[in-house]
């Protein structure tokens, strides 16, 4: 008896330390995007590019008009020349770097539902210019 009450508790034991695990794989899988898949070998000009690269892509993914095809050019590593309404200049704390530091979505008619998680997230944008009817599409 004392065999079969150690199995018991082996398998309480068991079962408490591994359901918890399943709960938390399980939860963290669904709610995360497919995001660092296709994306994790790109070669930027800079390294502070390849900081904003994955935040301008998942702001991309929340667009909700885009009437212009604007976000078909936010597409690969090459930020500073193919991104429309991107604009990279040098950081004032490093002369060397290259950084993204002005946005300007006048004129693309963009929409998107929130700004959370973007512009916030840009660590040398200096510059955020949209029109007043893309900020009245917020919310
Ligand atoms: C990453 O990209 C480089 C250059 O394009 C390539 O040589 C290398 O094989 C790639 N690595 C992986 C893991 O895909
Ligand atoms: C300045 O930028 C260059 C190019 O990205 C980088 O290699 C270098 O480490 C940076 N220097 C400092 C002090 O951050």
């Known amino acids: 008896m004392g065999i079969i009450s150690l199995l018991i508790r082996q398998f309480i034991y068991t079962s408490l330390v591994l359901l918890p695990c399943l709960l938390c794989v399980n939860s963290t899988d669904s709610p995360s995007p497919p995001s660092p898949s296709p994306d994790f070998n790109l070669t930027f000009g800079d390294q502070k590019l390849s900081v904003v690269y994955p935040i301008i892509q998942r702001f991309r993914n929340t667009i909700t008009a885009d009437p212009f095809k604007i976000t078909k050019t936010?597409?690969?590593?090459?930020?500073?020349?193919?991104?429309?309404?991107?604009?990279?200049?040098?950081?004032?704390?490093?002369?060397?770097?290259?950084?993204?530091?002005?946005?300007?979505?006048?004129?693309?008619?963009?929409?998107?539902?929130?700004?959370?998680?973007?512009?916030?997230?840009?660590?040398?944008?200096?510059?955020?210019h949209a029109p007043t009817t893309f900020l009245a599409l917020f919310h």
Do not use: H, M
């Not at 002369?95 to 916030?120: C, E, H, M, R, W």
């Open 74 to 128: 936010w597409v690969g590593t090459d930020i500073c020349n193919k991104y429309k309404g991107f604009f990279c200049d040098t950081p004032p704390d490093n002369s060397s770097a290259k950084a993204l530091v002005a946005i300007d979505f006048n004129g693309f008619q963009l929409a998107a539902p929130t700004l959370d998680g973007f512009i916030d997230q840009l660590p040398d944008l200096a510059i955020f």
